[in-house]
Nanobody, 121 residues
Framework: QVQLVESGGGLVQPGGSLRLSCASH????????MRWYRQAPGKQRELVAS???????NYADSVTGRFTISRDNAKNSVYLQMNSLKPEDTAVYYCNADIRRIRVANYVSYWGQGTQVSVSA
């Protein structure tokens, strides 16, 4: 069974930094696009950043210049370095990945369990 396990959330003051990690485990053959989403209370889940298997990245306008997404293909992992954090970045952050399992032809989208990021003085 494929699982995405996140870590790195927490409470930080405005202007601070956090680094989120997400590792994929299980019978994985290949991992395609990987993404970070977030969902604040009372709001819809939104795409924060994405990275393709060959390293092309995209960011939401609200985090451009402050957040950096990266991945380690050997570890089937994705990371989100968050700098200059603002109170409006407070949300549950979810990783998402398109994964093809061993002996399975198609890619399936998997989600992590979410990790809380709180930015407050």
């Amino acid at each position: 069974q494929v699982q995405l396990v996140e870590s790195g959330g927490g409470l930080v003051q405005p202007g601070g930094s956090l680094r989120l990690s997400c590792a994929s485990h299980g019978p994985i053959r290949t991992v395609d696009d990987m993404r970070w989403y977030r969902q604040a209370p009372g709001k819809q889940r939104e795409l924060v950043a994405s990275i393709t298997s060959d390293g092309r990245v995209n960011y939401a306008d609200s985090v451009t210049g402050r957040f950096t997404i990266s991945r380690d293909n050997a570890k089937n992992s994705v990371y989100l370095q968050m700098n200059s954090l603002k109170p409006e970045d407070t949300a549950v952050y979810y990783c998402n990945a398109d994964i093809r399992r061993i002996r399975v032809a198609n890619y399936v989208s998997y989600w992590g369990q979410g990790t809380q990021v709180s930015v407050s003085a």
